[in-house]
C-alpha cells in the first residue's frame, strides 16, 4: 500500500483503502463500484448484473433488498436511535435479542454480549479467558489454541489467534506468549497416504494433546475454532474430528470456543455450525448473518460457568471493566432481532436444507475438470480448489496468482462476484437463493472454469 497523495479523489481514496487486492492490478483499473442490489444480485454504476456468490462478504444472508430490515431500522430510529449498555442500563430491543439468542443457542448459554463485529467479539473472547482465569486464581492459564488456517479477526488479539500469514505478516502479529497454532484439519491436504479421514483426526488430536502437555496444561486456557473454516479456504472439519478435539479439551480443563461468524444462522443446514458437528462450546461468538449484514453487530454467548466466574470477580472489582461505545446499538439490535424473526417465520434452515443439493451436487460435476482438485462443503457453504496436477494435488505456485484470476475474469466477463481464497474459488451465496438462481451462478462458474483453464494452458501453468 503506497501513501495516498491529496490529489486522489474519493473513488480512489475508496480503492486505496480497500483490502485484499492485488495493487498493481487495480492501481490500473480502479474499484468495481456497486450502486444497487435485489435478491442475490448486486448490480454497478453501468447497470450491469452480477449473481453474488459469497453475499458480500459471507453475509448478507437475506439479500440486498430486504425491506422489513429497512423498516425495523427505521422504527428504531424514531424510537431511540442510541443508548449505551453501560452503567447498569440498556435499551428494551436489546434484552430481547440477548433472550431471543439464548433461547436459540445449540447448548445452554446463560448470558450474551454485543459488539460491533467478528473481529471485536473474538477479540473480546480473549479478555473474558483470560479474566475468567484471573477470577479462578489461575493467572498462569492464559494461552489460547488457534488452527492454522483458521481465521477470526482483523484487530490485534484475533489476528493472533488466526493461522493465515497474509493476515499477519507486516503486522507483528501473532502477539508474543499467549497464542499457539495446531493442525489445519483438511484431510486433501495433509493426510498421510492411506490414512483415513478418522485416522487422521485421531492424530490431529494426538498433535493437540501433545501441544498442551508440552506446555502444561495449567497455561492453556482455550482452544477456538471455526465449525467449518471460511476464509481459509471452505474446509469442513474430517470425520470424527471436533468428537477427538473435544476429549482432549475436557481432559485438560480447556474453555472450547466456537467462532460461528460464518457458520452461524443456518448457513450449514442448521441454526448453528456447532449442531451440525456436534459441538458443545464454553463459549460461541457470531456476526455477519447476525443482522444479514444490514447493520453491524456481533455478539458472544458464554455459558453459566464462564458467566458466574466473570460476575464473581466484577463484584471484587466493582465493575466489569469492558465495553464499546456501540455494544448493543439499539437499531443494529433492532435489525438484528427482526432479521431473527425472518428466519424463524420463514424457516430458513429448511429453505437451506432444500436449496443445498443443487449447489453441492452441481459443484460436484465439476470434480472432473482437470483444474479442479477437491470440490468440498456443508449447507449453502462449499469451496472449489483449483490445482497444477490432479494426480498428485500439487498446487499452483501461489505467486501466480491462479485463483486472484478467476475471480478477476468471473467479475469483469461473467458477472460472478466471489472473492477466491488462495487457489480456492469459494461459495457463500445469500441463504434466499433458489433452485434456479444456483443453476444460473454455476453456469456462469463453468464457464470461469473453462476461461482460467484455457489461460493457465496457454501460459504454460499446467502440469506436463
Given at each position: 500500500m503506497t501513501v495516498m497523495p491529496n490529489s486522489l479523489g474519493a473513488r480512489d481514496v475508496a480503492y486505496h483503502l480497500h483490502p485484499y487486492t492485488n495493487a498493481v492490478k487495480h492501481e490500473a483499473e480502479g474499484p468495481l463500484v456497486l450502486t444497487h442490489g435485489k435478491g442475490v444480485y448486486v448490480y454497478d454504476e453501468n447497470g450491469k448484473e452480477y449473481i453474488e456468490a459469497l453475499a458480500g462478504l459471507w453475509c448478507a444472508s437475506l439479500g440486498f433488498a430486504e425491506e422489513r430490515l429497512v423498516e425495523a431500522a427505521a422504527r428504531q430510529m424514531r424510537k431511540l436511535p442510541y443508548y449505551p449498555t453501560f452503567g447498569h442500563k440498556a435499551s428494551d430491543v436489546v434484552i430481547e435479542l440477548a433472550e431471543r439468542l439464548i433461547k436459540i443457542a445449540p447448548v445452554p448459554m446463560s448470558h450474551a454480549f454485543f459488539c460491533n463485529s467478528g473481529s471485536e467479539a473474538n477479540d473480546t473472547v480473549v479478555k473474558m479467558v483470560w479474566y475468567y482465569n484471573n477470577a479462578?486464581?489461575?493467572?498462569?492459564?492464559?494461552?489460547?489454541?488457534?488452527?492454522?488456517?483458521?481465521?477470526?479477526?482483523?484487530?490485534?488479539?484475533?489476528?493472533?489467534?488466526m493461522g493465515l500469514p497474509i493476515n499477519q505478516r507486516d503486522f507483528d502479529v501473532p502477539l508474543p506468549n499467549n497464542f499457539l497454532h495446531t493442525d489445519c484439519p483438511h484431510h486433501y491436504r495433509n493426510g498421510l497416504p492411506g490414512e483415513s479421514e478418522e485416522d487422521y483426526a485421531t492424530r490431529l488430536a494426538g498433535n493437540l494433546e501433545k501441544m498442551?502437555?508440552?506446555?502444561?496444561?495449567?497455561?492453556?486456557?482455550?482452544?477456538?475454532?471455526?465449525p467449518v473454516m471460511?476464509?481459509?479456504?471452505?474446509?469442513?472439519?474430517?470425520?470424527?474430528?471436533f468428537e477427538k478435539i473435544q476429549a482432549v479439551l475436557?481432559?485438560?480443563?480447556?474453555?472450547?470456543?466456537?467462532?460461528?461468524?460464518?457458520?452461524?444462522?443456518?448457513?450449514?443446514?442448521?441454526?448453528?455450525?456447532?449442531?451440525?458437528?456436534?459441538?458443545?462450546p464454553d463459549i460461541m461468538t457470531m456476526a455477519k448473518a447476525l443482522s444479514a449484514a444490514y447493520l453491524p453487530i456481533s455478539a458472544i454467548m458464554i455459558n453459566e460457568k464462564v458467566y458466574k466466574a466473570l460476575r464473581d470477580n466484577s463484584g471484587k472489582i466493582g465493575t466489569f471493566g469492558h465495553g464499546y461505545t456501540y455494544s448493543g446499538h439499539p437499531v443494529s439490535a433492532a435489525v438484528a432481532l427482526e432479521t431473527l424473526k425472518i428466519y424463524e417465520e420463514r424457516d430458513i434452515v429448511s429453505q437451506v436444507r432444500r436449496v443445498s443439493p443443487a449447489l453441492l451436487?452441481?459443484?460436484?460435476?465439476?470434480?472432473?475438470?482437470?483444474?479442479?482438485?477437491?470440490?468440498?462443503?456443508v449447507g449453502l457453504l462449499a469451496g472449489v480448489e483449483l490445482v497444477r496436477n490432479k494426480k498428485t494435488k500439487e498446487p499452483f505456485?501461489?505467486?501466480?496468482?491462479?485463483?486472484?484470476?478467476a475471480g478477476r475474469i468471473g467479475e469483469q466477463s461473467h458477472g460472478l462476484l466471489c472473492r477466491t481464497v488462495g487457489d480456492t474459488f469459494p461459495f457463500c451465496p445469500p441463504l434466499i437463493i433458489n433452485e434456479a438462481q444456483i443453476g444460473d451462478m454455476l453456469t456462469r462458474f463453468a464457464r470461469v472454469l473453462d476461461d482460467t483453464y484455457s489461460w493457465t494452458k496457454s501460459q504454460g501453468l499446467l502440469a506436463a
Open positions: 479462578l486464581g489461575r493467572p498462569k492459564k492464559k494461552k489460547i489454541i488457534g488452527r492454522m488456517r483458521g481465521y477470526h479477526g482483523a484487530t490485534v488479539a484475533a489476528a493472533s489467534m498442551i502437555l508440552e506446555h502444561g496444561a495449567d497455561t492453556i486456557a482455550a482452544f477456538i475454532a471455526e471460511g476464509a481459509g479456504g471452505v474446509l469442513p472439519p474430517p470425520k470424527t474430528y475436557r481432559k485438560h480443563d480447556i474453555l472450547f470456543v466456537a467462532d460461528e461468524v460464518i457458520c452461524g444462522f443456518g448457513r450449514t443446514g442448521n441454526m448453528f455450525g456447532s449442531q451440525t458437528y456436534k459441538l458443545q451436487n452441481g459443484l460436484q460435476r465439476f470434480a472432473d475438470h482437470p483444474l479442479v482438485g477437491e470440490v468440498r462443503g505456485d501461489p505467486t501466480l496468482g491462479v485463483g486472484a484470476f
